[in-house]
Structure formats: C-alpha cells, structure tokens
C-alpha cells in the first residue's frame, strides 16, 4: 500500500506538486484533507470518480483539490482515482462516455440541437454515469477491505484475545 501512495500528494510531499505547492500550507491546516476514516475516504471515493469521467482532462488534479477541500474529502484518494484517465485510456473512456450519454439522451428522449451542445452533453451524461458507477465498485470494494481489515486484526491480537 505503501508503494502505491508514495507518488500521490501527501501532507509531507505536497509542496512539489506542480499546481498544487502554491496551496500547500492552505492543505495543511485542514486533517480532512488527508484523513483515511470513512467519511472522507468515501467522499473522496465519490467525487473522484464522477470526476475522472468527465471531459476535463489536464485539469482533473487542480479540480480534484478544489472537489476534496469543498467536500471535505481526502486528497491523496480523490488525486489517485484520478489516475483513471492517463493517456493511454483517454480516447477509450471518452468513447464510451460519449456512447453511454447518447443512450441517455436517447432513454430521455432529449431533444436533438445542436451538433456540439449534444456532443458535450452526451460526454457530460455519459461520464456522470461511469462516474457513479465506478464509485459504487469502489465504495464496494473499500467496504470489503474495511471489513476483511477488522476480521484480521480481531484474529491476530496479542495474547488470543479475540479468538474463539
């Protein structure tokens, strides 16, 4: 676990991040930034995800500080789903984006315009959507790991306290 957050802004490693060094000291005043309890984790879980699908690329990490001091989420989750969308998936994610949010548009019988409002509306609809449900995956699987996580430490307590 440690490998994969060495690379993403922590309190201690913030200050050489690009964009975000000019706010370090505001990102330091504030725990919720940087806290791995439930409420922020899964905030940071949500707002990551409905992120990372939209057609912001290239502006997702200052969005995503902005998303986790807003929502009181945790930054180094929120810039890590952001991770999502790299190069190498842009054009898939945005293709299926763009397909899912036509098949919205279709299912909500929205009315044709024109041509480029329906393009960005269809990415916006369709990233909404992926956002939303990569999200339940992911708080899912962040429910899992919580509760594997106490099953393991009641099973490994000192001195058999805790087993049967």
């Not at 060094?21 to 984790?41: E, G, I, M, N, T």
């Not at 810039?79 to 299912?107: E, K, R, S």
């Amino acid at each position: 676990m440690r490998a994969l957050l060495k690379p993403l802004p922590r309190r201690a490693n913030i200050h050489r991040y690009p964009v975000l060094k000019r706010f370090a000291a505001y990102a330091r005043r504030y725990p919720f930034l940087w806290s791995f309890r439930d409420a922020p984790v899964l905030r940071a879980i949500y707002l990551g995800s409905l992120l990372t699908f939209m057609p912001s690329y290239g502006l997702q990490i200052p969005i995503a500080f902005a998303a986790a001091c807003l929502g009181r989420a945790n930054l180094t989750v929120t810039v890590a789903i952001q991770m999502i969308n790299n190069p190498l998936t842009l054009g898939p994610i945005y293709i299926a984006t763009y397909a899912i949010g036509q098949a919205l548009m279709t299912l909500l019988r929205l009315p044709a315009g024109n041509a480029a409002v329906d393009g960005a509306l269809a990415l916006i609809l369709g990233g909404a959507a992926a956002g939303l449900a990569t999200a339940v995956l992911l708080h899912g699987l962040w429910a899992a790991g919580r509760f594997e996580a106490r099953r393991f430490r009641q099973r490994h307590r000192p001195n058999g306290a805790g087993r049967p």
